[in-house]
């Protein structure tokens, strides 16, 4: 079994593309319309052929007060590998990306949580690599 598609909830889903391509440098990969929506995903050119993230209309009545929560309580909705979330911070900032967390060691790895402008905060994760001894501290 494996992750083939994962979804974030979106205001608007052209905007949600323009800043997931265009700021955050993933790859546009479906966009198909189906009824005043689309199955628009984006992947990471990293594993183009790896696992989707369906930037999908928040319209449900779930999805508000969802996400809202979520928010209030600073927790993000979804996770991002990174190498470096220092550059990655540097790089997005530089960028006008807000973020609600700045990078953050948390002994095993280093966080940092920023506002995707599309109603979610989004963590990024660089994990630091096991020891002979055994795993980080």
Known sequence: MRINLTTVY???QRAALAFYVNVL????RRDIPVGEASWLTVVSPES???PELLLEPAGH???KPYRDALVEDGIPLAQFAVDDVEAEYA???SK???FTQPPTDIGAAVLAVFDDTCGNLIQIVAEKPETAEGPPS
């Open 91 to 93: 790089r997005l900032t």
């Open 96 to 98: 006008g990306v807000s």
């Open 61 to 63: 009545p779930a999805v």
């Open 48 to 50: 183009p052929d790896g």
């Open 25 to 28: 440098g993933f790859t546009k």
């Open 10 to 12: 979106v205001d608007d």
